[in-house]
Structure formats: structure tokens, C-alpha cells
């Protein structure tokens, strides 16, 4: 094949069954653009798509609880956890999960693990089950700033993608799933040197990486990788 | 007064007549955020205006006759010159114009002039005719994340605004005018790590900037300012 | 105990056997600071302590290939690989290695291979054998800004790294090691806005974590987390 | 001239007198790197050079009284003050001052100003009277980052600066002079991720700069702009 392209989309069983979650608010934040964005895009789902949403919350374990609770309520095809990753300039699709807790601040019930793992006994890291470069690139063609990030870093996003795929690895092996960092929305850096992305946006970029995932069946051979 | 806040807003004189001036795409850009912001509040400008734009070229010279032209043609009472500021994560208003052309890249014409003066024999700077703070302020109410800058830069943007300054100073006494910057929008950024905003949020932000510019008759006593 | 702190330093068998490595340039540049230190470390190395170097391929295989003839040629207690992060501003010691090799630039050799894994087979990831905290603590205390690093990237300095660890969880169980990051030299960035360390302070710092690595048996429990 | 080149270095008139000053710590530091790198100038002054140091107070009013008892004791030739830019990656010569104080913290006796001009009826900026293409070059080929500054901000640095430019102006005609930001050094930021220099590196550029300060003539005609 010449050019990089998706393997030719074929339609999705339809409709297609989705759980995408967004947070509730940390770190002394008001809102959560997560679950903001994750609430848009309910309001206007993907064509033949059933959507589901679930509000996590940002307290290690019960976090993993409240995904088990809304797979197990919605029998998925396909999950997406979303999370805020303040600094980030566009949408990032995060590639690996790490077994590891390690938080710099204290969780929303004042938790603070340092270096335990997220699942005694296994392995360091899982994959996403997603096509990481066609999500990217169909954020990228709906006009939304996206890239594969490396590192769902060490707090609560972090555990709550291992414990999907975890529960993927071991429970569920037809379910696939992933994890997207979203940037802050303008509302809470308005007197900040910090990044922002309207909802309408984030929400846009979400919905064109639920149908990505949903279509695509061969990942497109484009990097999406890091120096360092 | 015990806690900062603007003077009294007095209705202005209805309507104001305000000139909002955007710029062409320079350095390989496709579109110019000032422009896509200036024109998309010109489909609802802020209530009491009598609102005109121009579009200036990115070109050392031509872009200050741009902009003397068009004050002759409407006659405002304001003058807000926008611009990109590729970047910066939120609107920039800029406190400060340098009697200074130093382009790091060619402008539209192709021309780079290196430590030449704006206005041969001008004062090495003017200040902006705008209440900075409040602006800032108005910005922020709106949602819309605002800073003061104290650096507008070397090139044709610093340039127009020296431009206006002077016009200003020598010419036009009753004049008030200032320069805004202005982040990419989305579209310009979909495959690299910039910040970015919306051209709807701009424009909301340029719309509070233009009503706390014409009603703030003294301006707040809070800091904009930098370490360095 | 009631304070973070290493748990009491044993002396190390004297001398201990270290393998320090570093990279070839690459990606135009003309040095590397990860070997310009571990030269730099080779002539003062640290107390009790009998160093090797290496100077590895900056090619995909061909760094393994060069990793496992020095590690063969020498028998070291512990392997510290080093390379350059151009645009990190201090030391990092990286926490995990990633079983993929995702190019965003050619290799030396011209190779960019994208989303193969190191090693065909292996688990998606390893965590390093070092005292990671420990570590960043050392360097700190030696005046050297240091950090944990959640990623190493998915370009041959993570492919090394992978390629260490498979090698110990594979064929050396008594062998530790790890893998640390460090910023451009000055030289490289005399007119680019990027942050730089000198090589003196890399190579204290370097200095620094093979001591720490030698001498903690269990490491500081104090975070060293990313919130994403 | 077909290439960018500095015009005929002549021998200054031997010795030179220069004065270079540094400030006290401030915003909670233990050290300044101005001073830090002023001092280690002064251990190993530029050839020809007859250099004396001043330490200034970081308070708005008293830095420029100390800068003025320094001048008043030295009759130096050339000044070149030198402050704090946390956060800068290289050393940035300043290239120009403006007639405002807008302090975003607290000096070190408490004061606050917020729009205060720095000379009351003074213009509203002056610019450096230093070749700064020559300065930035010379401390390139040193080996050092450098970069030409647009704004040395609106606290105690651009307060000095200003100050300075305005004794000149007003009272020293032949007395030339400017200011050169450096960054942290790393014990500042062993924990933080912000870049540093090395007291040494900083005090290398520092020397090439006031050599090619005493030595140029005409500046280099090569860019030091920016587009914003």
C-alpha cells in the first residue's frame, strides 16, 4: 500500500454500544472539562452509535468501582475514559496504562499512594485496545488538535485506564477500550499561562475518535512517537 | 475605595464608532485568527457600537496605510488593532509599541528590516491609549482567558500599533487606541503542540475588550505585570 | 519511621562493577551530552565504584546489540544508560520501558520503524530496577535539578532501556539497572530557546544516582508522580 | 558589507572601567544568579578591563539610588546591570526599558506599585545603549545561549534599567550601558522544572558581552526580533 491509509471502514453492528466516562473535579478545580465534554457529546452522539455516560470519581479504587458498575450496567462494545489534563494543548490518546500509583497530590478522598501498584500481581503496563492513529487523525481531520501521548502519567486517570484494561485483559476479552486526555477549558485559566479548549471542541474531537474506534479495523502506519 | 474595582461605566456616546482591524495570513498560514475573530464579531457587535473593520496587509509600510486609510474613511472613536500571537494561550493586551522594526521572518513583501525605526525620529515607544486592567478584566468576566503583555514584539504587529500610537500622538488627540493578540485558532495547530482558541472565544473576548475600552473612564489598580 | 528517608546505606562489595552508557549524536546534532558525561564521569568516577563505558548506536537493534557486548565484555552489578532528551531541564530517571518502537525521526541507520515492539513477544513493559526516588533524591542533593519520568519515549533510548530490562528479566537476574535522561549541553543551544545543563553537572548528577543506586536497599517512599 | 559582520574591533582605551551589578535575592530565594555570576566575573575580570561590582537592593526607589552611589563611586565607561530571569533558558540582553513599575509581587520591603511610572515625566521608554547583536553573538561563540530580549518586564529589573538609561540621558552622555537577564542557576531549581545555567557559564557570557560592548562600533545588522 502506498500511502498510509485506515483499512477500508465497514459499518459497526448498529447501533454500536458505547460507555464513554468522564471525572468529577480535583485538584481545587470547579469543573472537570472531562465530564463537560463527555456530557456534549451525549447531547449529540455519533451516528449509530448507543451511547452511555458515566461521572467517575477522582478517588483511587473507587474509581475503578464506579467503571465496573457503569460496564457492567451497559455491556459496552467500546469504552473511552476521559480525563483533564491541565498544561495539554490539544486532545491526547493516551498508547500505555502502568501498574503504578503515585500521586503528587492527594486524591478527592484525601488518598495519596505512592509507588503501589494499581493491581497487586499484574503486569506492568497494558496497551490500549484502541487505533490510536486513526483517532488521532480523525480528531485532526474534524479540525481538533490531537496527538498519541506516552504517558497517562501516575494519578487517578492512569488507574482507572489500567484497571479497563485490566478488566479487558482478564473478564471481558471483546471489549475494547482506551483512555483520552482532554485540555482545560477556558473557564478555569482565565487568569492562567495555561492552555484551554472550548467543550463544543473537546466534544467534537470525542465523538471523531468514538467513530474511529468503532470503524477502524487496521491502525493507520503513521507515527505518533517521542523522542523521548 | 477598599477593594479594586473599575470607575463608575458611564453610558458612552450612542453609538461609538469603533474600528477593529484583524491582519492577512503571513508565515505560510492559511488564515489569520485576528481576521476570522474581527469579522465574526462584526456579526454581532457589542451593543451601542457602530462597528467597522478592516483587514490590514502583513507588509512593513503598506500595513500602517492600511490602517491611516481606514481611520480616514470611519473617523472612530476607538481603535482596537488585533493580531496572532502564535503561541500565547489567551488574548494579549499589549501595553507598550517600540519604535522598532526587527523581523525575524520576511513579511507578505518579502521585506525584513533589521533595527530600523518605526517613525524615523519618533520617541522609542508610546503607550496604549486603552485602560489595560479593565480590559483584562472584561476579558476574564466574559470567561474568556486575558492577560496584559508587556512586549508586542518586533514585527509588523508592534509596527502597526507604533503606527497607530504615533497617529495618535501627532494627528488625532481625541483618538483612543490599543493592540490585542491573539491565539492560534484550532485549525492552525490540529498537528502541533500550540495552544489555541476558538474564534467564537476570541470574539467574545474582543467584544468585552471594545465596551470596557469605551466605558472604563479610570482604570483598575490591580497588577498586570511581570518579573522579567 | 516516620520520615521519608533511605532505609541505612550498606557499603556496596568493593569495588562494585558498574556499566555507564551513552549515545552517539543524532538528529544532526554534532555531540551528545549523555556520552560528553559519562566521559566526563569516567575520569572522577564515584568512590568504590569500577566503571565501564559504552558508547552505544543511535540504531534501532544495533544499540542492543551494542548494550549486550558491553554488558558481556564487563559483568557489571549495575547497567546505567543514559541519553539525551533535548528540551527535559534536569536529570530524569525513567520509571518505565515500553515494548514499542514508534520513530518520529529516522535512526543514524535511516530506519523509522513505527508501532513494532522491541522485543517480539515481551510484556508491554518493565519497570527499571533501580531506586528511582533514591535516585532523583541524590542528584538533588548534589545541587543537580533531577525528576522522575514516567516515559522514555518510543525512540531507541526507550528501546535500549527495554531492551536492559528484557535482557535482566530474561538472562541476569542479579543485574539491576535503569535509564536516565538528560538535557541538551549549552553548546547545542546558543541561539534556541531550549533548556540546557552543563556537562560537569550532568556527570555529578550521574555521579550521584550510581551511588544511590549501589548503596539504597529499599527505596524513599516519596512521590515522584505526574497527575497525567 | 555582503555578510553580517561586527565592524573593526579597536583596542579600548586600556583600562576600561566598567561597572557590573547584580541584584539580592528576592521572591523568597536564597540567592540571586546575578550576583552569584557578578562575583565570579569579578574573580576572573575580561582583559583590559577595569571592573568594578555593585550588589543592588531588589526595592523599587533604593535599587536606582544604590546604582547612582555606584556610578558616582566608579566613573565607569560602561554599566551593565544584570538580574533575575527565572525561568529564561539563556542569558537575554535587554533592548528596552519602559517608564513603568507594575509589580506583580512584593519587593523586598514590601512595596507593591501598579502603574507607577519609574521617572515621573520621563519618556516612555528609552532603548539599551549597547550593541545587541554584537553582545548576543559574542556570547554565543563562548559558547553561552543568549538571546536578544524584547521587555525586561515592569518590576525592579526594568526599574534599574530604566533608571539607568534615563542618568544617561539626562545626566552621563558618554556613559553607555544596559541590562542582560540570566536564569536560575540549578541549586535554585533542583526540584522544579525550570531552566538553569551554571554560575560559571552565566559569568563566561557576561564576559564576552561586556567585551563586545567595549569593543564594537557599529552593530551587527542580523535579526534578534520577534513576531509577538
Known amino acids: ?31 472537570n472539562p472531562s465530564w463537560l465534554a463527555v456530557r456534549s457529546l451525549a447531547e449529540a452522539p455519533p451516528a449509530g452509535v448507543d451511547l452511555a455516560t458515566a461521572e467517575l470519581s477522582c478517588v483511587f479504587g473507587t474509581a475503578i468501582e ?33 501498574n503504578v500509583d503515585d500521586a ?11 509507588d503501589e501498584p494499581v493491581v497487586e500481581g499484574g503486569p506492568a503496563a497494558y496497551f490500549a485496545s484502541l487505533p490510536l492513529k486513526a483517532c488521532v487523525a480523525a480528531a485532526r481531520e474534524a479540525g481538533v488538535p490531537a496527538a498519541v501521548s506516552q504517558t497517562a502519567g501516575t494519578f487517578v486517570c492512569n488507574h482507572v485506564f489500567y484497571g479497563l484494561a485490566h478488566l479487558i485483559a482478564t473478564e471481558r476479552p471483546a471489549l475494547r477500550g482506551g483512555f483520552v486526555h482532554v485540555p482545560y477549558v477556558p473557564e478555569q485559566v482565565v487568569d492562567r499561562a495555561a492552555p484551554s479548549m472550548s467543550v463544543r471542541d473537546i466534544a467534537t474531537g470525542l465523538s ?21
Chains 1, 2, 3, 4 share one sequence.
Do not use: W, Y
Open 208 to 228: 471523531a475518535i468514538v467513530t474511529a474506534a468503532l470503524t477502524t479495523t487496521t491502525d493507520l502506519r503513521v507515527t505518533g512517537g517521542a523522542t523521548h
Open 66 to 98: 464506579d467503571l465496573r458498575a457503569a460496564v457492567e450496567a451497559t455491556s459496552p462494545d467500546l469504552v473511552l475514559c476521559v480525563g483533564q489534563a491541565g498544561g495539554r494543548h490539544g486532545l491526547t490518546v493516551e498508547r500505555v496504562a502502568v
Open 104 to 114: 503528587r497530590i492527594p486524591d478527592n478522598a484525601g488518598r495519596q499512594p505512592v
Open 1 to 31: 500500500m502506498p500511502s498510509p491509509s485506515p483499512s477500508s471502514p465497514s459499518s459497526p453492528p448498529s447501533p454500536a454500544k458505547v460507555l464513554v466516562t468522564g471525572f468529577e473535579p480535583f485538584d481545587g478545580e470547579t469543573v
